[in-house]
């Protein structure tokens, strides 16, 4: 039973709060997750949901101390619980998608914790800045390109799986052999397709190589960058350098936004992305020149169509999976 002190207090939040026990959303709605490009469902991205503030000042990254009250009510009593949330702002929202599949059968091995960390780091803890998906099928690749390839705040991608010089190949679903891949590119300069992806990271085996690099280029005139290894190498010391090629590449784009006043969202760079490319390589050379020299390391980029092709990253290759 509720005893006067409770009603009082009870009373006092309603007026303060709104009766929340009227309104909330059942469990499942509370526990809604944002989607893949980090916007929210029209069922969870109400204010009528009275969502736990804490969710709320998250989700539209604004500093915030708020004071969550939840009543629960059981068999008459009520139980108050206070949680104090302090949220920094989040800055900005990564320009590129990460898109995987599977690299053990029987495994939930990714490269996705490498992108947290990054995520983590770059954008104030929020998960959701950098969108991820993964696919089991040459179908679903092509779908899945296709997707962020339409969506103009997006600038790139990076692409996970084991592959050799001549397919991505994915586990138990066969090859997706590399003229598909340079289809599914060349398929945008046929349609309507507005994207502006510029840049390709291939985190793959033996992919990357001068002879594939050209092609791309040649079959697809928006792309200004490729990136990834020419030879086959270890999962774990390639992720790691994945890792360090992306941080870089997302702390150059932040500040480049910071520099050009943007808004917090994804935005398109022209002809300033093959600095930022140039950049980032030249600070892997620096700081990471055993490393990229041990598994191949390629960076290839062009200022513009058809201008050449320059190779960014350029050392002698160390001995010789992913």
Not at 22 to 28: C, K, M, Q
Not at 74 to 97: K, L, N, S
Request: aromatic content about 10%; hydrophobic content about 35%.
């Amino acid at each position: 039973m509720l005893t006067e002190a409770h009603s009082s207090d009870f009373a006092k939040t309603k007026r303060r709060f709104g009766n929340a026990s009227a309104s909330s959303p059942p469990r499942s709605s509370l526990n809604s997750r944002p989607d893949r490009m980090g916007s929210n469902s029209p069922a969870t991205n109400s204010f009528n949901n009275r969502e736990p503030c804490g969710r709320i000042c998250s989700r539209f990254g604004k500093q915030h101390r708020a004071i969550v009250i939840v009543a629960n009510f059981c068999q008459g009593e009520m139980g108050m619980f206070e949680e104090i949330t302090t949220r920094e702002p989040a800055a900005y929202y990564a320009d590129y998608a990460v898109i995987e599949s599977r690299w053990e059968k029987d495994s939930n091995l990714s490269v996705k914790p490498v992108f947290d960390l990054i995520a983590h780091t770059c954008f104030n803890g929020s998960l959701n800045a950098i969108p991820y998906e993964r696919f089991l099928s040459e179908r679903a690749f092509e779908d899945t390109v296709k997707y962020f390839m339409d969506d103009q705040r997006i600038n790139a991608l990076y692409i996970g799986c084991h592959a050799d010089q001549d397919s991505l190949q994915v586990e138990a679903k066969g090859d997706i052999l590399f003229r598909k891949v340079v289809n599914v590119l060349r398929s945008r300069k046929c349609s309507n397709n507005k994207g502006v992806v510029s840049g390709l990271f291939f985190g793959s085996c033996s992919f990357c190589t001068l002879d594939n690099v050209v092609v791309l280029m040649k079959n697809d005139d928006r792309l200004k960058w490729v990136a990834g290894y020419s030879k086959k190498v270890d999962w774990g010391l390639s992720t790691f350098l994945d890792g360090l090629f992306m941080m870089e590449y997302t702390k150059e784009i932040n500040l480049k936004r910071e520099q050009m006043n943007e808004t917090p969202c994804r935005g398109h760079y022209g002809n300033r992305t093959y600095d930022i490319v140039t950049r980032v390589a030249e600070r892997i050379k620096k700081n990471h020149r055993g490393l990229a020299k041990e598994l191949g390391f390629e960076v290839f980029a062009r200022k513009t169509f058809p201008s050449q092709i320059q190779q960014l990253i350029a050392l002698p290759q160390g001995r010789a999976s992913r």
